[in-house]
């Protein structure tokens, strides 16, 4: 089916360690994105790419690391995890054009991340 | 950055009944998307209901509809004939129409909707 894909959809780190969350999109989106959830804070944007080799910061990046080396693929990166970064994060995409504005984001299914 | 409000952190609702969820936004624009997005306890995001600013006709999807105030930078949702499986949490989000100016999703914080047999 398609759509976009999360790995892991659970993970426990220690403070210090780093780690990769996967995200994959089959849909030939160029948009993809990356926020996380925080109870009663809503989703916030941590980072997003318009198309393979271009990603900009959003609202909360610090901490956090992304690349874009194919137009599928947007793993967003740990460097150096801490409690602060407890919270679920989600992949998203979407068209860049009109289409993309009109229908809005596919979201991926989560990652719940626990930083003890 | 445009921002989205929504006033009600929790609302409940009785089986078969008729809610509203509060959603106001703030911007300059004049080309613009907003969305209500469905949070059930799987954690899913899902699409609900979408609305162009440049259409004046309120968007309806079955139970679904939406009172959109452009003057008032309004956006409310209305759920019609309330079932137990509308329970979850609500986000209003914002999207600019205008190319490339970052294409992000504002969300509001969210309103937590419980329904009651």
């Known amino acids: 089916n398609a759509g976009v894909t999360q790995t892991p959809k659970f993970q426990v780190l220690k403070t210090g360690q780093s780690m990769t969350l996967q995200c994959a999109q089959d849909?030939?989106?160029?948009?993809m994105s990356w926020y996380r959830q925080d109870p009663g804070m809503g989703l916030r944007l941590i980072h997003y790419?318009?198309?393979?080799?271009?990603?900009d910061q959003g609202e909360v990046p610090n901490g956090y690391n992304v690349s874009r080396s194919t137009t599928e693929d947007f793993p967003l990166r740990l460097l150096s995890a801490a409690p602060s970064q407890t919270s679920v994060y989600f992949c998203?995409?979407?068209?860049?054009?009109?289409?993309?504005?009109?229908?809005?984001?596919?979201f991926g299914s989560g990652t719940r991340l626990t930083v003890v | 950055a445009q921002t989205v409000t929504q006033s009600q952190p929790e609302m409940s609702v009785q089986e078969a009944e008729t809610v509203t969820l509060s959603c106001t936004y703030d911007?300059?624009?004049?080309?613009?998307?907003l969305f209500w997005y469905k949070q059930p306890p799987s954690r899913q995001m899902i699409l609900v209901i979408r609305?162009?600013?440049?259409?004046?006709q309120n968007a309806t999807e079955n139970r679904f509809s939406v009172n959109f105030q452009k003057a008032a930078k309004s956006f409310s949702l209305k759920i019609s004939d309330s079932q137990l499986g509308d329970a979850a949490m609500y986000f209003c989000?914002?999207?600019?129409?205008?190319?490339?100016?970052?294409?992000?999703?504002?969300f509001g914080k969210g309103t937590s909707l419980l329904v009651t047999p």
């Open positions: 989000a914002y999207r600019s129409g205008v190319l490339n100016s970052g294409y992000a999703l504002n």
């Open positions: 609305q162009e600013a440049y259409k004046q």
């Open positions: 998203a995409s979407s068209y860049a054009d009109q289409q993309g504005f009109r229908r809005g984001y596919t």
């Open positions: 790419s318009v198309g393979a080799g271009i990603t």
């Open positions: 849909m030939n989106h160029e948009y």
């Open positions: 911007t300059s624009e004049s080309d613009y998307y």
